[in-house]
């Protein structure tokens, strides 16, 4: 029988890398039913190697935070802090796709779309931590 921190860390360890895994299953089926095999099989292997870097670099500290052990303090406050800034980079990003789009003339929807579910998942994430502390 494995305790319960053995089972949380084995999830942390192959979460990850099981997720890449998945989506280079989706890529390689998308580019095949797109008739471009050769393309799908190329991006399904460079999704399975960021998995497997994942799987065996657990000996570094980057990947071991990447994949969510973070062991104090600091390592939680670095991990929410570049969780931030890549929010806020994609929230920038996004906003210049949309003024893009539109200067262009053309339909900004992928970019509002993916705004509006990230706005909604921050009030939402925002709502539930102020009412769980």
Known sequence: MTSR???SALLRRF???AIYL???VVILIARAIDDDLRGGLFWGAVMAAIGLLFVLGGRFDLIKQARGNLTDEREVALHA???ATTGSVLVGVLTGMIVFQLSRGENPAPYSTLM???GLV???????LHRRS
């Open 122 to 128: 921050y009030f939402i994430s925002l709502f539930v």
């Open 15 to 17: 979460w990850l890398p």
């Open 5 to 7: 921190n053995e089972s």
């Open 116 to 118: 509006t579910i990230g």
């Open 81 to 83: 802090q570049a969780m």
């Open 22 to 24: 998945a989506l280079g």
